[in-house]
């Protein structure tokens, strides 16, 4: 069965500073797709990137970069030098190639201090 | 216009009243989605139309019952709700739905979500 394990419920940094948020997921296919979203206060939720699994490049859009492991099963996701808009609720996500299903991890919810 | 829109933003309804919930999006998607979520958790599917027809039911009580009016259009009746059915209900879109293998291919669109409160 896959699986997105969030560790961490809840981060609280100051603003300017780095933060990684972690991201462990399972699935007995070889094809896959990993996603992350971010839910603001305002409820919508925004696509920020997906990556297959085939491709194991790093990406880096502005202050989002994403490390792709597939030894370690782990998509994780670092905002640099965060700001306070950056405060939101962040879920990563996994769908196998068999299902367009998404499932969802339990998201970590950012607090970025100013 | 990358757009998906929701109304109402909030419904508050009584067990015995009978709501409706509209999601709308004009970007030419096929597939549209209901999801559930509940405070402090990740959205549940709850629903996939694939060309205006039901391709998932992920098993939702008859309480709630989706229809696609037409490719731009999805709505969810609502007809009585418990409390517990009190969430944040958010629709979704996207350009296809294969049943496997193109979720990677066609991200999928959020609306900003209907807050329901079930009294």
């Known amino acids: 069965a896959q699986k997105v394990t969030q560790a961490q419920t809840e981060i609280s940094v100051v603003e300017k500073e780095d933060v990684t948020l972690d991201c462990v997921y399972e699935?007995?296919?070889?094809?896959?797709?990993l996603f992350w979203y971010k839910q603001p206060p305002s409820g919508e939720l925004v696509f920020l990137i997906r990556?297959?699994?085939?491709?194991?490049q790093n990406e880096i859009s502005g202050r989002y970069s994403w490390n792709f492991q597939k030894s370690t099963s782990s998509f994780n996701f670092t905002i640099t030098a965060s700001q306070v808009v950056d405060s939101a609720v962040y879920f990563c996500?996994?769908?196998?190639?068999?299902?367009?299903?998404?499932?969802f991890g339990k998201g970590t919810r950012l607090h970025i201090l100013p | 216009d990358t757009e998906v829109t929701q109304t109402p933003k909030h419904l508050v309804m009584g067990m015995t009243n009978k709501k409706s919930l509209k999601c709308e999006q004009h970007?030419?998607?096929?597939?549209m989605y209901w999801y559930k979520q509940k405070a402090k958790k990740p959205p549940e599917l709850m629903f996939v139309?694939?060309?205006?027809?039901l391709s998932i039911n992920e098993s939702v009580p008859s309480r709630f019952s989706p229809e696609c009016p037409n490719s731009s259009l999805l709505n969810l009746h609502l007809h009585a709700l418990q409390p517990e059915d009190s969430a944040l209900y958010l629709c979704?879109?996207?350009?296809?739905w294969g049943g496997g293998g193109l979720a990677g291919v066609y991200e999928q669109f959020f609306g900003p979500g209907t807050r329901l409160t079930v009294l």
């Open positions: 979704a879109s996207s350009q296809e």
């Open positions: 699935t007995r296919d070889t094809t896959y797709y």
């Open positions: 990556r297959n699994s085939f491709d194991e």
């Open positions: 996500a996994l769908s196998e190639y068999r299902d367009d299903k998404i499932i």
């Open positions: 970007m030419g998607h096929r597939a």
């Open positions: 139309y694939s060309y205006e027809k």
